[in-house]
T-cell receptor
Framework: DVKVTQSSRYLVKRTGEKVFLECVQD?????MFWYRQDPGLGLRLIYFSYDVKMKEKGDIPEGYSVSREKKERFSLILESASTNQTSMYLC???????????????FGPGTRLTVT | RKEVEQDPGPFNVPEGATVAFNCTYS??????FFWYRQDCRKEPKLLMS???SGNEDGRFTAQLNRASQYISLLIRDSKLSDSATYLC??????????FGTGTSLTVIP
């Protein structure tokens, strides 16, 4: 069974704090993703990584950075948290199986972050 | 224009009913298609992949129409446990997945 774990289920931080969200997957997947999910907006991609030390911006990277030093771990960093970053953050991983082959994403349980 | 669009619902149906959800996507080069299910305050989980020829898994049938760029999900004989939000997901030629905002289903006893 694929397992994706996230460091916290609930987190409360103050405006201006630096926030680290950690994600670990145990299936040797090449690709890892960070999303945020907000009511009415669905899941929006913040960053993704297709290999160690590689990263690509998603749709809403502003105010975030990421780090992938090891294949199994993908960290999301909020450099200076703001109230508009209050959201549910979901990490996902997926394998790369070759062209034309369906492969799905596996999600972690999510971190509900509140910035006050 | 959004990459993936879904009717948000909500759909409220009685037990035993048949319900269908549709989803449209904008990128004709999209390659992979999925339906995910998300329960309240939980993470999304794969319900089924959608293949070009259509596919069925028990009470669930998924169809893909590439010409019209839409995907459908049919649920027959609805159960109370089918109540959830259903997410349409599309992957194009890159590594990025695009999610619809989800369609909410409540099955009523």
């Amino acid at each position: 069974d694929v397992k994706v774990t996230q460091s916290s289920r609930y987190l409360v931080k103050r405006t201006g704090e630096k926030v680290f969200l950690e994600c670990v997957q145990d299936m040797d997947h090449e690709n890892m993703f960070w999303y945020r999910q907000d009511p009415g907006l669905g899941l929006r991609l913040i960053y993704f990584s297709y290999d160690v030390k590689m990263k690509e911006k998603g749709d809403i990277p502003e105010g975030y950075s990421v780090s992938r030093e090891k294949k199994e771990r993908f960290s999301l960093i909020l450099e200076s948290a703001s109230t508009n970053q209050t959201s549910m953050y979901l990490c996902a991983s997926s394998p790369t199986l070759g062209r034309g082959v369906h492969y799905e994403q596996y999600f972690g349980p999510g971190t509900r972050l509140t910035v006050t | 224009r959004k990459e993936v669009e879904q009717d948000p619902g909500p759909f409220n149906v009685p037990e035993g009913a048949t319900v269908a959800f549709n989803c449209t996507y904008s990128n004709s080069a999209s390659q992979s298609f999925f339906w995910y299910r998300q329960d309240c305050r939980k993470e999304p989980k794969l319900l089924m992949s959608v293949y070009s020829s259509g596919n069925e898994d028990g009470r669930f049938t998924a169809q893909l129409n590439r010409a019209s760029q839409y995907i459908s999900l049919l649920i027959r004989d609805s159960k109370l446990s089918d109540s959830a939000t259903y997410l349409c997901v599309v992957k194009s030629t890159g590594n990025q997945f695009y999610f619809g905002t989800g369609t909410s289903l409540t099955v009523i006893p």
